[in-house]
């Protein structure tokens, strides 16, 4: 007889508290974007998070979505919410680096280091409202070092190594931290990096950091039965918790702001309910320190799972070696990008076929449209585990479509809009649309949403970056479909969808029409469409030879005859950012003639001389 899942439980919880029962999933749904204030007061409730202090007013909204208030006057902190969790006796972290080195933290070793830096910043004058940024791998002593900052009411924001110097300082020069952690080496992909002089040239160019540790020198974690006294500074619900930055592909990174007790609710909501997250479970979402899913990642503490951490590059020496640590570790919820459960479809590991991975009870994706194939072949490897792909982003810390544990998966769908999240899907024209391509919005506020972009007088930024296409509307830029099921086929960006003659589809579909050619080892659409022209070109990364013919039948019959490119070509590289994401509408401007360095830092990407190429490119052929 199977367990009762974490949504189950909730359901059975408003009915007793609420006298409320809902027939399907989609009454819930109604009712949670519908009853906003009673809604987001049962999370608190069921999941019973401390407050410092009662809230006046949980939701005040005034027909402005950047001004609306959540829980007003109240106060709380996020560490005190995942230090409730010490007593447990499974531990709160388990690491393994590249080299093979493991180590599990249990949570009093995790207090005692978070205590230790605690006064250090202490010491140094680090006071509720200061920010504090670390350039740094993805540690355990990374995690006590932003639970020691948030203790005291400051506010975190990270970059992980492998940015470029330029890009850090266009992040950190924007928030004026106080103090900086960083490493002052790393490993990737078995080599060892140095960050020293990128380090000295931060804090010689960023006058507001006064102090700075190195972690590399702080990483023992030491075991100590004692009562640790470490203190909370409880904050206003809508104080700044992080700063997270857009990836800085369409201009300047823009600094969204968090707020504490938006993540804090959210983060149970999505991780528990969305993904039947328990207490002492294992959680892992592959990622470094600057991309969102890292403080995802993070809350798998506030329910008082294990947060599992591998530092390094997730294919070396092999492909097996993030399935080896899965083994180790016994991981239940494994998380990646859509892109690494891809490439694991085409070269399938033996630790797949000789390991028992069956505790492994979802597996999460996210980062870009996870393609119906894979979704299959992960069924067929993992027959026990839920397939939860989720779609949301940087911009509000979580999703807005995401898992259901009581729904079948239909594969190349995410099964459903998440909880609190008032998602409809528009046509140009402001109209909601089902079973039809359009525009993926917000029509009410949603508790994750920016408190603000830091030093944006006025809201100026964070209004044109959602609200510009419709009037007090969210428009998200996510170009999906509502389908008849209710699930939701995302197809990319809207700003980069194929518009030929009138019929618009994602990029997503000729990437998924092709990509089972044996001679695509990745691929890249771009549609021109300013001035007269109107070109669809296809650029195909491979190392054999291409056939265009084939290529082009099967766009036509998989997609449609409108979108058959007009010019294929081979490329050695296709652009990604760190986080993993194709980069599209760059690439789409330099080959309009725009500037390359007004269009894409650099040092916002995985593997920057492929845009050398795209350059190049333009120059000689268009």
């Not at 409202?129 to 670390?134: H, I, Q, T």
């Not at 969204?256 to 979402?285: C, P």
């Not at 039809?436 to 029509?443: D, N, P, R, S």
């Not at 036509?556 to 294929?568: E, G, L, N, W, Y």
Request: glycine letters at 6%; a neutral charge.
């Amino acid at each position: 007889m199977s367990l009762k899942t974490i949504l189950s439980k909730y359901k059975e919880f408003l009915k007793s508290n609420y006298k409320l029962s809902f027939k399907s999933y989609n009454d819930l749904h109604s009712w949670s974007i519908n009853s906003i204030s009673d809604f987001w007061e049962s999370i608190v409730k069921f999941f019973d998070i401390e407050f410092d202090q009662s809230s006046t007013t949980v939701y005040k909204f005034n027909d402005d979505f950047t001004k609306t208030l959540w829980f007003e006057n109240s106060k709380i902190s996020y560490s005190k919410n995942v230090f409730k969790n010490h007593k447990l006796k499974t531990p709160a972290i388990k690491y393994q680096d590249e080299n093979g080195n493991y180590i599990e933290v249990s949570w009093g070793s995790l207090k005692i280091k978070t205590l230790e830096f605690q006064k250090i910043l202490v010491k140094n004058n680090v006071k509720i409202g200061d920010r504090v940024a670390g350039y740094c791998s993805n540690t355990p002593d990374v995690v006590a070092a932003f639970l020691a900052v948030n203790s005291l009411g400051a506010i975190w924001s990270s970059c992980s190594p492998d940015f470029g110097y330029d890009s850090v300082h266009d992040r950190f020069n924007q928030i004026q931290p106080k103090f900086l952690f960083y490493h002052s080496e790393y490993m990737y992909n078995g080599k060892i990096f140095s960050l020293d002089s990128k380090v000295e040239k931060l804090k010689s160019s960023i006058k507001s950091i006064s102090c700075s540790l190195d972690l590399n020198t702080k990483s023992v974690f030491a075991n100590s039965k004692e009562n640790i006294n470490l203190t909370f500074t409880p904050v206003d619900f809508n104080h700044p918790i992080w700063i997270l930055f857009s990836s800085g592909t369409t201009g300047k990174p823009k600094a969204i702001t968090h707020r504490t007790g938006g993540m804090i609710l959210e983060h149970f909501k999505a991780l528990s309910i969305h993904q039947n997250v328990n207490k002492a479970d294992t959680y892992f979402w592959y990622s470094t320190t600057g991309w969102m899913m890292w403080n995802y990642s993070l809350s798998s503490l506030l329910i008082g799972a294990t947060l599992c951490i591998y530092n390094g590059s997730p294919v070396y020496p092999d492909k097996g070696v993030l399935w080896r640590f899965a083994k180790k570790a016994k991981i239940n919820h494994f998380g990646h990008g859509a892109v690494f459960f891809q490439n694991l479809l085409s070269d399938i590991p033996k630790e797949l076929i000789s390991h028992d991975l069956s505790f492994i009870k979802t597996l999460g994706s996210t980062g870009s449209p996870l393609f119906k194939e894979t979704n299959i072949g992960l069924n067929k490897l993992f027959p026990k585990a839920h397939v939860v792909s989720l779609s949301g982003g940087t911009d509000v810390c979580t999703a807005f479509i995401g898992g259901n544990p009581e729904m079948d998966v239909i594969p190349g769908e995410i099964q459903c809009k998440m909880l609190g999240a008032s998602i409809e899907v528009w046509n140009d024209n402001g109209m909601e649309v089902k079973n039809e391509m359009g525009e993926l919005v917000l029509t009410k506020p949603f508790i994750s949403m920016p408190v603000f972009f830091w030093n944006d007088n006025n809201d100026e930024k964070y209004r044109n970056s959602y609200f510009s296409k419709f009037n007090n509307i969210w428009n998200h830029g996510d170009w999906v479909t509502q389908t008849v099921n209710d699930g939701i086929i995302v197809h990319g960006r809207s700003d980069s969808t194929l518009n030929r003659f009138g019929v618009r589809i994602g990029t997503s579909e000729i990437y998924s029409a092709i990509k089972d050619l044996s001679y695509v080892d990745d691929s890249l659409i771009i549609h021109l469409d300013h001035s007269n022209d109107n070109k669809l070109i296809l650029f195909i990364k491979s190392i054999s030879e291409i056939d265009h013919d084939e290529l082009k039948s099967v766009i036509r019959q998989k997609c449609s005859p409108r979108h058959v490119p007009d010019s294929i070509f081979q490329t050695h590289d296709i652009p990604y950012t760190i986080s993993g994401k194709k980069v599209e509408v760059p690439v789409k401007k330099i080959l309009m003639g725009k500037n390359p360095n007004d269009v894409v830092s650099k040092d916002s990407l995985r593997n920057p001389t492929s845009l050398d190429w795209f350059v190049e490119f333009y120059k000689n052929y268009l």
